[in-house]
């Protein structure tokens, strides 16, 4: 008999899963009837897309065309837009609906996404103050940065999605200037002597930064400045973007475990767990999931496209009987900042000391390619390793050469336990036109020794 197969949550997370089952071949649907859920009206698109879309790298309807749910209806998936999921009873399995509907499952997954943080101020209810976690969001940000009056914009946040979103007001010339909390953009990929080479490359574009974790926004009806520090900067859009939330808030009314960061706990095979049990028929995976960590082996938020695509791939695995893990991760990240690229996997030095990991790191710029090479880039790579193993534990990477591969295979060399020896001695590809025979990577790898 088919079972039937409910997931909340149309998303990446929910969108994923839906593609690794279909994938699985035409049997699928011979084992299950597949529902699911999502709020939105409309389909499922890239959201990585929309601040590069912002930007006038890709065009907004040609990134939000992609959401058409056609494909998975003419799979015969039960393809549910504008119906939320009001409330899952684990012991009855089943799950009460906004039509006022409830519905049966045997198998049940959860992707209910993020929300983003917001911080209890006054003034963010104002007009003209916006939040970046959805398309809708993006769609409102690009209509009001087209909007002649506005002169002046403040992002609120100095993570890659507000950065990415202040410099599609610059282009868009805006003045704008940027609130951040840490001594560096960029904090949560980079170390701050990394992330200051960013600031610095986008203050010579004209962006303006200005560092302090307190910030008031202020205005009528309409949003007319922020306080941040000592500044009162004129606004006329203002976007914070300071993190995302977990949306775990009905996993948690059903009872299901909440983990120390807020998100959905898991095993892995990305069960949910109920009094300290795991429930083998329920799963969770995305932004609303937390993750262990590849090197502290702690829990923590991996809120990435790139994860949720591996931990639907799990879970549609084991949906079908195949044994199947999602391992501790290392997140890796790329985001294009400008002419840049900007890369990170593993730890920052901040976690590290926040976990008491003692290390060993350094630092080159070097270019890419030789000298006789015309229009050669240059790339600085920073590499993190642990004190006492020698092993690679972290590495951060900014040019405005290819950056995402290099990351991709320092990610490996973490998994492998690569040490800086190890790391130095790697044989590496060899073509002038495409790069030096000595590597920045392994001139790191040889400094960290020395
Ligand atoms: C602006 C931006 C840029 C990004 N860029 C990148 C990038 O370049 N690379 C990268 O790897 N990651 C990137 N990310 C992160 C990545 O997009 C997320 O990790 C990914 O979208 C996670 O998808 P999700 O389905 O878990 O969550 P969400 O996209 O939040 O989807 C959650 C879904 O659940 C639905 N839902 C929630 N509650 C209910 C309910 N009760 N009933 C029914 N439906 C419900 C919502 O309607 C929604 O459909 C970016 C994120 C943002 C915001």
């Given at each position: 008999m088919k079972k039937s197969l409910v997931i909340i949550g149309g998303g990446e997370a929910g969108t994923y899963t839906l593609e690794a089952l279909i994938k699985k071949g035409p049997e699928i649907f011979k084992q299950f009837d597949i529902t699911l859920l999502k709020r939105e009206k409309r389909g499922s698109a890239s959201i990585c897309a929309v601040p590069p879309a912002l930007q006038g790298i890709f065009r907004m309807d040609e990134v939000v065309e992609?959401?058409?749910p056609k494909y998975f209806i003419d799979h015969g998936i039960d393809y549910r837009t504008?119906?939320?999921?009001?409330?899952?009873d684990l012991e009855g399995k089943s799950v009460n609906l906004s039509t006022g509907e409830k519905i049966k499952y045997d198998y049940l997954v959860i992707g209910t996404g993020r929300e983003p943080r917001i911080?209890?101020?006054?003034?963010?209810?104002?007009?003209?103050v916006y939040t970046f976690s959805t398309i809708e969001d993006g769609e409102r940000i690009e209509a009001a940065m087209k909007d002649?009056?506005?002169k002046n914009a403040v992002v609120i946040g100095g993570g890659s999605i507000g950065i990415q979103t202040a410099i599609a007001f610059l282009k868009k010339e805006l003045k704008t200037k940027v609130v951040v909390?840490?001594?560096?953009?960029l904090s949560s990929m980079l170390d701050p002597d990394m992330g200051s080479i960013v600031r610095e490359s986008l203050e010579k574009e004209g962006l303006e930064f200005i560092f302090g974790k307190d910030f008031s926004i202020n205005g009528d009806r309409r949003v007319k400045s922020v306080i941040a520090g000592e500044d009162k900067i004129p606004a006329d859009i203002v976007v914070i973007s300071r993190g995302m939330l977990p949306n775990s808030d009905l996993a948690k009314k059903a009872g299901i475990e909440i983990g120390e960061t807020g998100g959905i706990a898991t095993d892995q095979y990305m069960h949910v767990k109920k009094n300290r049990k795991y429930i083998k028929d329920v799963y969770a995976l995305g932004d609303c999931s937390e993750v262990i960590d590849g090197i502290t082996l702690r829990p923590r938020l991996s809120q990435l496209a790139s994860t949720a695509l591996v931990q639907a791939k799990v879970i549609a695995d084991n949906l079908v009987g195949i044994n199947s893990s999602f391992e501790p991760c290392l997140s890796p990240t790329v985001a294009t900042i400008s002419n840049f690229q900007v890369g990170s996997i593993g730890l920052t030095s901040d976690i590290a000391e926040r976990y008491c990991i003692k290390i060993i790191s350094e630092k080159k710029e070097k270019p890419t390619?030789?000298?006789?090479?015309?229009g050669r880039k240059s790339m600085v790579v920073k590499l993190l390793f642990?004190?006492?193993?020698?092993?690679?534990i972290g590495a951060q990477i900014i040019s405005e050469d290819m950056v995402a591969d290099r990351i991709d295979g320092l990610g490996i060399a973490i998994k492998k336990g690569m040490t800086a020896k190890e790391l130095s001695k790697m044989e590496k590809s060899f073509d002038p036109c495409v790069s030096l025979h000595r590597d920045v990577i392994i001139d790191v790898a040889e400094e960290a020794i020395r």
């Amino acid at each position: 008999m088919k079972k039937s197969l409910v997931i909340i949550g149309g998303g990446e997370a929910g969108t994923y899963t839906l593609e690794a089952l279909i994938k699985k071949g035409p049997e699928i649907f011979k084992q299950f009837d597949i529902t699911l859920l999502k709020r939105e009206k409309r389909g499922s698109a890239s959201i990585c897309a929309v601040p590069p879309a912002l930007q006038g790298i890709f065009r907004m309807d040609e990134v939000v065309e992609l959401e058409n749910p056609k494909y998975f209806i003419d799979h015969g998936i039960d393809y549910r837009t504008e119906t939320e999921a009001t409330k899952i009873d684990l012991e009855g399995k089943s799950v009460n609906l906004s039509t006022g509907e409830k519905i049966k499952y045997d198998y049940l997954v959860i992707g209910t996404g993020r929300e983003p943080r917001i911080p209890k101020i006054e003034g963010k209810d104002l007009e003209g103050v916006y939040t970046f976690s959805t398309i809708e969001d993006g769609e409102r940000i690009e209509a009001a940065m087209k909007d002649s009056e506005a002169k002046n914009a403040v992002v609120i946040g100095g993570g890659s999605i507000g950065i990415q979103t202040a410099i599609a007001f610059l282009k868009k010339e805006l003045k704008t200037k940027v609130v951040v909390g840490h001594s560096a953009p960029l904090s949560s990929m980079l170390d701050p002597d990394m992330g200051s080479i960013v600031r610095e490359s986008l203050e010579k574009e004209g962006l303006e930064f200005i560092f302090g974790k307190d910030f008031s926004i202020n205005g009528d009806r309409r949003v007319k400045s922020v306080i941040a520090g000592e500044d009162k900067i004129p606004a006329d859009i203002v976007v914070i973007s300071r993190g995302m939330l977990p949306n775990s808030d009905l996993a948690k009314k059903a009872g299901i475990e909440i983990g120390e960061t807020g998100g959905i706990a898991t095993d892995q095979y990305m069960h949910v767990k109920k009094n300290r049990k795991y429930i083998k028929d329920v799963y969770a995976l995305g932004d609303c999931s937390e993750v262990i960590d590849g090197i502290t082996l702690r829990p923590r938020l991996s809120q990435l496209a790139s994860t949720a695509l591996v931990q639907a791939k799990v879970i549609a695995d084991n949906l079908v009987g195949i044994n199947s893990s999602f391992e501790p991760c290392l997140s890796p990240t790329v985001a294009t900042i400008s002419n840049f690229q900007v890369g990170s996997i593993g730890l920052t030095s901040d976690i590290a000391e926040r976990y008491c990991i003692k290390i060993i790191s350094e630092k080159k710029e070097k270019p890419t390619k030789p000298r006789f090479y015309h229009g050669r880039k240059s790339m600085v790579v920073k590499l993190l390793f642990d004190a006492y193993s020698k092993k690679l534990i972290g590495a951060q990477i900014i040019s405005e050469d290819m950056v995402a591969d290099r990351i991709d295979g320092l990610g490996i060399a973490i998994k492998k336990g690569m040490t800086a020896k190890e790391l130095s001695k790697m044989e590496k590809s060899f073509d002038p036109c495409v790069s030096l025979h000595r590597d920045v990577i392994i001139d790191v790898a040889e400094e960290a020794i020395r």
